[in-house]
């Protein structure tokens, strides 16, 4: 049944953005570097294609493989795309979106990443998931991020106050500094761990 319940919107209008941004990518462009350290664009997208599948299986209590193993996203580093990834990008990530457009889904404890967390958490994890990727997949491709506020602001009242580091460790690095009036996505980025002054060409140099 479908939900009224507006993350469920914001999940959906995540994934939108996602997937209009990814099929604007070049295949000459997947070994660029990165916001995600050691982390090239073709495993970048890899790994949003993964957890993708992971939280969709999640939202429909599909309990296995897809939601019992930690991702080790740095195993993808030297993935070469299969020649259909967009494709592929496109299913997964429209599924995700449809899969936590359910009132059941949000309803007692699920799984993803070995994790157990109640479901209304968990598709919370789902949306900070796809809105921060795609922030670094723009980035990594040079292309305008255009994420709503309303949604960015759902996510960085998700993640603020930020845990101790030490309970962070694993998931984001340490906090940058941003200043108070900058735009939302750049403070949403540095309380996520994430440089927002970061491009490809710093990331060379």
């Known amino acids: 049944m479908s939900t009224d319940n507006p993350k469920a919107r914001s999940i959906s209008a995540a994934a939108d953005h996602v997937v209009a941004m990814t099929a604007t990518i070049a295949d000459t462009e997947l070994a660029r570097p990165t916001p995600c350290r050691d982390l090239n664009l073709a495993a970048l997208l890899t790994h949003v294609d993964g957890l993708s599948q992971a939280f969709s299986a999640a939202a429909r209590k599909e309990f296995g493989p897809l939601t019992s193993t ?74 305008s991020f255009d994420v709503p506020d309303e949604i960015l602001q759902v996510v960085f009242d998700f993640h603020f106050p930020p845990q101790p580091q030490d309970e ?20 949403l980025a540095g309380l996520t761990g994430r440089d927002p002054r970061w491009s490809r060409t710093t990331a060379q140099n």
């Open 70 to 143: 930690p991702p080790d996203p740095t195993q993808n580093q030297q993935t070469q795309l299969p020649s259909e990834w967009r494709d592929d990008m496109r299913r997964h990530v429209h599924d995700l979106a449809d899969s936590w457009d359910d009132d059941a889904a949000w309803e007692g404890m699920t799984q993803a990443g070995g994790v157990e967390l109640p479901a209304e958490i968990m598709g919370m994890v789902a949306l900070s998931e796809l809105v921060l990727h795609g922030w670094d997949i723009a980035r990594a491709a040079g292309i």
């Open 168 to 187: 962070r460790d694993g998931m984001f690095g340490p906090v940058v500094e941003v200043p108070d009036d900058a735009p939302l996505a750049d403070r």
